[in-house]
């Protein structure tokens, strides 16, 4: 089938970008969204021009450097499905698309549809952890966790940290990510002595970031490739209460 | 050059205790005087990174993704094998040890995978300590599954994730060290060669992806945990970044390569659709446990296979291997596809591939019950190839998978090189000539947390480190070794993209070096690859600057070292003429198709030093020597 591509193509972070077009006569259906990219970089290596960037790696929808915007929807029409699992099938004859890099201030343009994601390593690093050093776990069936909250942690722990929910949201807000994070840790009996001091420090850093604040758009959630959901940012939004009336208590009690 | 495994000795269930009480510690006060350099962020080199920084020594730790969360130890699925008998069926640590030298077809040194066994019970402790969330029963406890060459079921799982899970929990324990101060990051930068000074592995070049900038970084030893070669074969359910680079310079300095040509096969990948294929996807091997292998009895039937009568379909794992079925090792279930196929019975378009049908487990168990253990499976298959599982059977072929074979290395995890150590897939140890399924996972987190740490002290309380910088004639020679290769790659201005070279090289590797090989291939593909590498230097067509990121230039330096780690893959191929785990000569083989092993002649490691392009590498053999499992022919059935 035929595909027509426009994609934003920019050398580095300091110079302007702008849209380029690309028409593609023969993309076969099997192909992956990244496939179709493969193929026009060989064209374009073969004329001379330069390669469009891209960010990729497992191409299995799990390491989550892959990801653009494609006619204004992170990962394009698909849901929970990134980029690399998205198949050109799903796209008709005839069809233009637009691609265009993840667009948040936190998340600066390196080079075409490449954005630098290390905010989010910057957020987990402030907290997004349990402290347990290693050789100094009990055994693994001392502490018991009800089945559904090792569900819900695991939904919540899917996330891949590819950034859709930032590129998505009106705000560019970390939300969805810090929240996956926190309900992950927090839902199990071994994250509950960190959990304030976790969300605490985890929204301050993503305030340093630059990162937008929630106004519940919901875009994050209808976007995300891996199906986490916005209930956990309300489980964020309690730990975060909590945690500052029990910071404030404590400060108080002196 | 004498290879001293420093294996220790006497009864095997103490040797690691014995043998670390006998290593030298340092003081605690001393660790922050010491430098340590992790290349590689997946389990065994983020939880190394993590640990050595959590014990106080100054690490600094380099990956090439834009973060240490993607390393490719994120996509395992299936799960991580532990000793811990929770199930009361039998499972012990001698049991893992025995079954994990035995899968390896006897390739393996003894006192290395019964130390695995023993850790991996510390192993899932650690992690669920980390939040892991591993499958629970209702009770709250641990639950288990079962996986291809084991009896018991001992592999802990956390939904088809697995890996994810566990590379988070090493990921966040190093971002926490990060944060902490103790480790410096280097994201999106390459290593791109090892700084040996006065016999010493002291440092590294590397080059920053997004400047291109060539900096050297000075330590007193040197980690790599920089994964496997699977992609010398082009098409693999490697991710496209992972290379061979970091291990493969580091040979070219001097440490050795062993075992190249153990490769393992996975069987449950999904078939490839057409030319435009850039890489394969493995469904996890788990899979297995509730799917059942079959294809037409006929040779010829196009029917489809709802349509195809039980008495007309052979279940060959199940027919050949009535004691383990379907959940044969990986080697055997790899092979016995490809036969089926050869003999004409594959299924579907191209003909290469076999079924994978969940209709009888859905009848038992429900629906809900098989959407539970492999829902996200399911869905890939379903996304990849626009077919529902859950109605039609899968289609699977096997495919490239993991590498057994890496840079020699001591019981100490350090390789000939003083000072180089190497863990998880991008060393050889542990798996022989064939990985079972789990354990992938069991070794990266035993080295990095659990051994590495260990032993790593010895090392540096044991040697004097003169101070070194950046100005060394070492490091200037490798500094401008590397920026010569830039320049080359880049001055080349051929007519041919970085990846028709790397595809040509994949195709003679899977047709002569792949599944099932035999001399006169090996020789072909000998004769064909210096030919390829020659033209790939005359004619390759790299755009760009090298001062910007420039990810043609990147793939070309990797293919460059694919082209010559191909060759040691096909010789190693040749000079070991028998067949073991994953590693078949056609020429040897039992009446009965399987794998003839000649012990008196081969039952040792490999291990291969470079001699410069061009000349024949020199060939080391590490005897191994089996006190506990006796050599015997494997038997599945």
Same mark, same amino acid.
């Given at each position: 089938?035929?595909?027509?591509?426009?994609i934003?193509?920019?050398?580095n972070?300091?110079?302007?970008g702008r849209?380029?077009?690309?028409?593609l006569p023969?993309?076969?259906?099997?192909?992956?969204?990244?496939e179709?990219?493969d193929?026009?970089?060989?064209?374009?290596?073969?004329?001379?021009e330069?390669?469009?960037?891209f960010?990729?790696?497992?191409?299995?929808?799990?390491?989550?450097?892959?990801?653009?915007?494609?006619?204004?929807v992170?990962?394009?029409?698909?849901?929970?499905?990134?980029?690399?699992?998205?198949?050109?099938?799903?796209?008709?004859?005839?069809?233009?698309?637009y691609?265009?890099?993840?667009?948040?201030?936190?998340?600066?343009?390196v080079?075409?549809?490449?954005?630098?994601?290390?905010?989010f390593?910057r957020?987990?690093a402030?907290?997004?952890?349990?402290?347990?050093s290693?050789?100094s776990?009990p055994?693994?069936n001392?502490?018991?966790?009800p089945?559904?909250?090792?569900e819900?942690?695991m939904?919540?722990?899917a996330?891949?940290?590819?950034?859709?929910?930032?590129?998505?949201?009106?705000?560019?807000?970390a939300?969805?990510?810090?929240?996956?994070?926190i309900?992950?840790?927090?839902?199990?009996?071994?994250g509950?002595?960190?959990?304030?001091q976790?969300v605490?420090?985890?929204?301050?850093?993503?305030?340093?970031?630059?990162?937008?604040s929630?106004?519940?758009?919901?875009e994050c959630e209808?976007?995300?490739?891996?199906?986490?959901k916005?209930?956990?940012?309300?489980?964020?939004?309690?730990?975060?209460?909590?945690?500052n009336?029990?910071?404030?208590a404590?400060?108080?009690?002196? | 050059?004498?290879?001293?495994?420093?294996s220790?000795t006497?009864?095997?269930?103490?040797r690691?205790?014995?043998?670390?009480?006998?290593?030298?510690?340092?003081?605690?006060?001393n660790?922050r005087?010491?430098?340590?350099?992790?290349?590689?962020t997946?389990?065994?080199?983020?939880?190394?990174?993590?640990?050595l920084?959590?014990l106080g020594?100054n690490?600094?730790?380099?990956?090439?993704q834009d973060?240490?969360?993607?390393?490719?130890?994120i996509?395992?699925?299936?799960?991580?094998?532990a000793?811990?008998?929770?199930?009361n069926?039998g499972d012990?640590?001698y049991?893992?040890?025995y079954?994990?030298v035995?899968?390896?077809?006897?390739?393996?040194r003894e006192?290395?995978?019964?130390?695995?066994?023993?850790i991996?019970?510390?192993i899932?402790?650690?992690?669920v300590?980390?939040g892991?969330?591993?499958?629970?029963?209702?009770?709250?406890?641990?639950?288990?599954r079962?996986?291809?060459?084991a009896?018991v079921?001992r592999?802990f799982?956390?939904?088809g994730?697995t890996?994810?899970q566990?590379?988070l929990?090493?990921?966040q324990?190093?971002?926490?060290?990060i944060?902490?101060?103790?480790?410096q990051m280097f994201p999106?930068t390459e290593?791109?060669?090892?700084?040996?000074i006065?016999g010493k592995?002291?440092?590294?070049?590397?080059?920053?992806?997004?400047t291109?900038?060539?900096?050297?970084?000075?330590g007193d030893?040197v980690?790599l945990?920089?994964g496997?070669?699977?992609?010398?074969?082009?098409l693999?359910?490697?991710?496209?970044?992972?290379?061979?680079?970091?291990?493969?310079r580091a040979?070219?300095?001097?440490?050795?390569?062993?075992?190249?040509?153990?490769?393992?096969?996975?069987?449950?990948?999904i078939?490839?659709?057409g030319?435009?294929q850039?890489?394969?996807?493995l469904?996890?091997e788990?899979?297995?446990?509730?799917?059942?292998?079959?294809?037409?009895l006929?040779?010829?039937?196009?029917?489809?296979?709802?349509?195809?009568?039980e008495?007309?379909?052979?279940?060959f794992?199940e027919?050949?291997?009535?004691s383990?079925?379907?959940?044969?090792?990986?080697?055997?279930?790899s092979?016995?596809?490809?036969?089926v196929?050869?003999?004409?019975r594959?299924v579907?378009?191209?003909?290469?591939?076999?079924?994978?049908d969940?209709?009888?487990?859905?009848?038992r168990l429900?629906?809900?019950?098989?959407?539970?253990?492999y829902?996200?499976?399911?869905?890939m298959?379903?996304?990849?190839t626009?077919?529902?599982?859950?109605?039609?059977?899968?289609?699977?072929?096997?495919?490239?998978?993991y590498t057994?074979?890496g840079?020699?290395?001591?019981?100490?995890?350090m390789?000939?090189?003083?000072?180089?150590?190497?863990i998880?897939?991008?060393?050889?140890?542990?798996h022989?000539?064939?990985?079972?399924?789990?354990?992938a996972?069991m070794?990266?987190?035993a080295?990095?947390?659990f051994?590495l740490p260990?032993?790593?002290?010895?090392?540096?309380?044991?040697?004097?480190?003169?101070?070194?910088?950046?100005?060394?004639?070492?490091v200037r020679?490798?500094e401008?070794?590397v920026?010569?290769?830039?320049r080359?790659?880049?001055?080349?201005?051929?007519?041919?993209?970085?990846?028709?070279?790397? /595809?040509?090289?994949?195709?003679?590797? =899977? @047709?002569?070096c #792949?599944m099932?090989r035999?001399?006169?291939?090996? *020789?072909?593909? +000998?004769?064909?690859?210096?030919?390829?590498r020659?033209?790939?230097?005359?004619?390759?067509?790299?755009?760009?600057?090298?001062?910007?990121?420039n990810q043609?230039?990147?793939?070309?330096?990797?293919?460059a070292d694919f082209?010559?780690?191909?060759?040691?893959?096909c010789?190693?191929?040749?000079?070991?003429?028998?067949?073991?785990?994953?590693?078949?000569?056609?020429e040897y083989?039992?009446?009965?198709g399987?794998?003839?092993?000649?012990?008196e /002649?081969?039952?040792?490691?490999?291990? =291969? @030093?470079?001699? #410069?392009?061009?000349?024949?590498?020199?060939?080391? *053999?590490?005897p +191994?020597?089996?006190?506990?499992?006796?050599p015997?022919?494997?038997?599945?059935?």
């Amino acid at each position: 089938m035929r595909i027509t591509l426009h994609i934003w193509r920019q050398r580095n972070a300091s110079e302007k970008g702008r849209m380029v077009r690309y028409d593609l006569p023969d993309v076969s259906e099997h192909m992956s969204f990244l496939e179709m990219l493969d193929v026009l970089n060989e064209d374009l290596i073969a004329k001379g021009e330069d390669p469009v960037a891209f960010d990729h790696d497992c191409r299995e929808g799990i390491c989550g450097m892959c990801g653009c915007m494609v006619n204004g929807v992170a990962h394009g029409p698909l849901p929970e499905t990134t980029l690399c699992q998205l198949h050109m099938r799903h796209f008709k004859d005839g069809d233009v698309l637009y691609l265009e890099p993840w667009r948040a201030k936190a998340f600066p343009v390196v080079k075409d549809l490449v954005v630098d994601r290390s905010a989010f390593d910057r957020i987990i690093a402030a907290g997004g952890f349990i402290s347990v050093s290693t050789g100094s776990a009990p055994d693994g069936n001392a502490v018991l966790v009800p089945k559904e909250n090792a569900e819900r942690s695991m939904d919540a722990a899917a996330c891949i940290g590819c950034g859709a929910c930032v590129a998505m949201c009106p705000n560019a807000s970390a939300s969805l990510f810090m929240a996956a994070k926190i309900a992950h840790l927090g839902l199990l009996p071994q994250g509950q002595p960190e959990r304030h001091q976790r969300v605490t420090a985890m929204v301050a850093q993503a305030q340093r970031e630059v990162f937008g604040s929630c106004t519940n758009a919901g875009e994050c959630e209808a976007v995300c490739p891996k199906g986490i959901k916005l209930e956990n940012i309300a489980l964020m939004n309690r730990d975060f209460l909590s945690a500052n009336w029990v910071g404030r208590a404590t400060v108080e009690a002196g | 050059m004498e290879l001293n495994s420093k294996s220790p000795t006497g009864p095997i269930e103490t040797r690691w205790e014995r043998h670390r009480f006998n290593l030298k510690l340092v003081n605690p006060a001393n660790k922050r005087k010491y430098t340590i350099l992790v290349v590689g962020t997946g389990l065994a080199g983020g939880s190394a990174a993590a640990t050595l920084a959590e014990l106080g020594y100054n690490v600094k730790c380099f990956c090439f993704q834009d973060s240490p969360r993607r390393a490719h130890s994120i996509a395992a699925q299936g799960g991580i094998n532990a000793a811990k008998n929770y199930h009361n069926d039998g499972d012990s640590v001698y049991r893992l040890f025995y079954d994990t030298v035995k899968g390896g077809d006897f390739r393996s040194r003894e006192s290395n995978v019964h130390r695995l066994a023993q850790i991996s019970l510390n192993i899932i402790d650690q992690c669920v300590a980390q939040g892991v969330p591993f499958a629970r029963e209702y009770s709250g406890y641990l639950d288990n599954r079962s996986f291809g060459g084991a009896q018991v079921s001992r592999t802990f799982y956390a939904r088809g994730q697995t890996g994810q899970q566990l590379l988070l929990g090493a990921y966040q324990a190093l971002e926490r060290q990060i944060g902490a101060g103790q480790v410096q990051m280097f994201p999106r930068t390459e290593m791109l060669d090892l700084v040996v000074i006065d016999g010493k592995a002291r440092g590294i070049v590397t080059r920053n992806l997004l400047t291109g900038k060539i900096e050297s970084h000075l330590g007193d030893a040197v980690v790599l945990g920089t994964g496997g070669y699977g992609n010398v074969f082009y098409l693999s359910t490697n991710a496209k970044g992972s290379n061979a680079t970091a291990i493969w310079r580091a040979h070219r300095r001097g440490a050795l390569f062993a075992n190249p040509c153990f490769t393992q096969i996975h069987p449950t990948c999904i078939p490839v659709s057409g030319d435009y294929q850039s890489k394969l996807t493995l469904m996890s091997e788990s899979l297995r446990n509730d799917g059942r292998v079959w294809v037409p009895l006929q040779t010829g039937d196009n029917r489809p296979p709802n349509k195809i009568p039980e008495a007309e379909r052979d279940y060959f794992l199940e027919r050949k291997y009535p004691s383990f079925g379907n959940l044969v090792p990986r080697d055997v279930a790899s092979r016995n596809a490809k036969q089926v196929c050869d003999d004409g019975r594959g299924v579907g378009e191209t003909g290469l591939a076999v079924y994978l049908d969940f209709r009888d487990a859905i009848q038992r168990l429900g629906k809900h019950v098989i959407k539970e253990r492999y829902g996200n499976l399911f869905d890939m298959y379903e996304r990849i190839t626009g077919e529902d599982p859950y109605n039609a059977p899968m289609r699977i072929f096997p495919a490239i998978h993991y590498t057994m074979g890496g840079l020699w290395v001591d019981y100490n995890l350090m390789s000939n090189l003083p000072g180089l150590y190497v863990i998880g897939e991008a060393n050889f140890s542990d798996h022989g000539a064939n990985r079972l399924g789990a354990s992938a996972l069991m070794q990266g987190l035993a080295d990095g947390y659990f051994v590495l740490p260990n032993t790593i002290g010895d090392y540096l309380a044991s040697n004097k480190f003169d101070r070194v910088d950046t100005s060394h004639a070492a490091v200037r020679d490798a500094e401008s070794q590397v920026a010569g290769i830039t320049r080359k790659l880049l001055a080349a201005k051929g007519t041919r993209s970085v990846d028709s070279y790397h /595809r040509e090289l994949g195709k003679i590797m =899977w @047709e002569y070096c #792949g599944m099932a090989r035999n001399a006169e291939g090996l *020789k072909y593909a +000998l004769s064909k690859i210096p030919d390829l590498r020659e033209q790939f230097w005359r004619d390759v067509k790299v755009l760009g600057t090298d001062e910007e990121l420039n990810q043609s230039l990147e793939k070309a330096g990797r293919v460059a070292d694919f082209l010559e780690l191909a060759e040691l893959t096909c010789l190693d191929a040749l000079d070991r003429n028998e067949s073991c785990g994953g590693h078949f000569r056609e020429e040897y083989q039992t009446p009965e198709g399987e794998a003839a092993r000649d012990d008196e /002649r081969y039952s040792y490691a490999a291990a =291969w @030093e470079f001699r #410069g392009i061009g000349n024949a590498p020199v060939l080391h *053999k590490e005897p +191994l020597t089996f006190e506990y499992v006796h050599p015997a022919q494997r038997s599945y059935k």
